[in-house]
Nanobody, 120 residues
Framework: QVQLVESGGGLVQPGASLRLSCAAF????????MSWYRQTPGSQREFVAR???????YYAESVKGRFTISRDSAKSTVFLQMNNVKPEDAAVYYC??????????????WGQGTQVTVQS
């Protein structure tokens, strides 16, 4: 069973930086992609950034140029470097992993979420 453990959330001032981490455990097959989503109360979870098996990266327009997704050499930990954080970035950030099994089935896993609060 895949487990995702997020860390790095907290209180940050507008304009400051924060780095989120998500470590994946128990992956038996290949990781197709790892992503970050975020959600605020009363809103749907929204896509933030993704890195795929080829290390291609994708970003929501709202974070382009400010956030950077990357992963470690073992490709089991993904990071989200958040620069020039804005009040509208405040949310619970969730790590998402797609495990590709036998090149046929994709299984989705979510972390428990980490809170990012932006406050002066």
């Amino acid at each position: 069973q895949v487990q995702l453990v997020e860390s790095g959330g907290g209180l940050v001032q507008p304009g400051a930086s924060l780095r989120l981490s998500c470590a994946a455990f128990g992956v038996s097959f290949s990781i197709n992609s790892m992503s970050w989503y975020r959600q605020t109360p009363g809103s749907q979870r929204e896509f933030v950034a993704r890195i795929d098996s080829g290390d291609n990266t994708y970003y929501a327009e709202s974070v382009k140029g400010r956030f950077t997704i990357s992963r470690d050499s073992a490709k089991s930990t993904v990071f989200l470097q958040m620069n020039n954080v804005k009040p509208e970035d405040a949310a619970v950030y969730y790590c998402h992993l797609v495990e590709r099994v036998l090149a046929i089935h994709d299984y989705n896993y979510w972390g428990q979420g980490t809170q990012v609060t932006v406050q002066s």
